[in-house]
């Protein structure tokens, strides 16, 4: 099941904002670090972001969870990219089985980022008052 459009284009503009980038250089396929420059601090303002424009608990942090296993070649082991999926239904972890990284964050793109969104928000993970 593919993002919802109006997700997408939400988070997209979001991603700009707090990248201080112009809306047309966030495309969805553009790596959050690589492309964009995006860092760790930049991840946590943007889970803030989210939380409040769609009212859902965004836990980017499971994504860099300790229980992911990176092979001796450097890229996600099979089960660590089979939780990934199975925690969030929407993202398509495919492009990443061959990705090499540093860290994780290395991962994301903003079509990704838009997915997690998208899985909490099927999830119906409600922020906490």
Known sequence: MPVDADVLEKVRLIVADVLGAEPAEVTTDAW?????GGESLDLLDLGFRCERAFGVKIRFQDLTAHDL???TDGTLMTESLDRLQQRFPLLEVSHWKDRKFDRPLQLLTVADIAAVVGSELLAGAAVQP
């Open 32 to 36: 959050f670090d690589a492309d964009l």
């Open 69 to 71: 296993t990176v092979g």
